[in-house]
């Protein structure tokens, strides 16, 4: 599943495609991927206007002059792929569907805009949707209610770092982390090279974190969020980014996956283990349990 930079990644190529783009029409060939009626399509979606592209968390949010948003959650194969006569672009699950002729087997979803271009989206398992809310009332909504503060917002500070992970005093910091209502969209990559960054265990207790390694921690998400961003995201081998081109993070990741290689820091060799019931990359010279 896409972390917040790819997602992010998404966010700024649909922001420079589709801000101002009248939509005409919208079809889907499966209702768990469109779960919206057909009145609010019809008086909601259509004739509306995209006037700004967000994201919170791993979720994209298309807000529409109709006061209603999309929101998007990609899951573990969705594409977003856009078309024109003159631009095209494909993001998400790199199979052929992002280069190929569309619609194809696996488009669930197709937006036509008043131009003639179109937006796909294609999603092989089925996981994923575009759902119709409200706009005022997307933050109150279930799913977003839940979801802890956005790491790279300018109001996180390493105090709310510290008051979120005190939520789950007893689990281990890599659990902590990857749980959504803690923080948003840290995902495996990211826990792993912010965890090896603070020479933090992933299986160390949130309880016994002294604030050093707290302040520490809060300095490598935002390090290595940022970098990702710029490097366009990880690939983590089923993830492309705006344009259709490979993230290139990976190529300047510190530990994961890099099992069996040296550690940049101390040489010592780069161990996986499991951790929250994930494949976990540490160093086990540099990250010690306290």
Not at 166 to 179: H, S
Not at 266 to 285: D, F, L, N, Q
Request: glycine share 6%.
């Amino acid at each position: 599943m896409p972390e917040l930079p790819e997602v992010e990644t998404v966010r700024v190529g649909l922001t420079k495609y589709l801000i101002g783009k009248k939509i005409t029409s919208i079809c889907y060939d499966w209702p768990k991927s469109f779960p919206n009626s057909q009145p609010d399509t019809k008086n909601f979606i259509e004739n509306a206007t995209v006037i700004s592209i967000k994201r919170r968390a791993k979720v994209l949010l298309i807000e529409l002059d109709s006061d209603y948003t999309l929101v998007i959650h990609l899951k573990m194969t969705g594409q977003l792929v856009y078309r024109s006569d003159k631009n095209r672009f494909g993001a998400g699950h790199p199979n052929d569907s992002l280069i190929g002729d569309l619609p194809d087997k696996s488009t669930r979803v197709t937006v036509t805009f008043s131009d003639q271009s179109k937006l796909y989206f294609n999603d092989q398992r089925k996981f994923g949707w575009i759902r119709l809310i409200p706009t005022v009332e997307v933050p109150s909504t279930s799913f977003f209610k839940k979801i802890g503060p956005e790491p790279l917002e300018a109001a996180f500070t390493n105090k709310i770092l510290l008051k979120q992970l005190m939520k789950r005093p007893n689990t281990t910091i890599k659990a902590a982390l990857l749980d959504q209502t803690v923080i948003a969209g840290i995902g495996n990559i990211y826990a792993d090279e912010s965890l090896w960054g603070a020479m933090i265990h992933p299986k160390q207790l949130v309880k016994n974190l002294t604030q050093y390694q707290v302040n520490t921690l809060f300095n490598e998400l935002q390090y290595v969020l940022r970098l990702s961003i710029k490097k366009g995201g990880s690939t983590d081998r089923n993830y492309v980014n705006a344009d259709g081109k490979r993230g290139s993070y990976m190529d300047f990741v510190r530990v994961f996956r890099r099992e069996n290689q040296r550690c940049p820091r101390c040489h010592s060799v780069i161990e996986k283990i499991r951790v929250a019931s994930r494949g976990t990359h540490i160093c086990p010279t540099c990250q010690k349990v306290n």
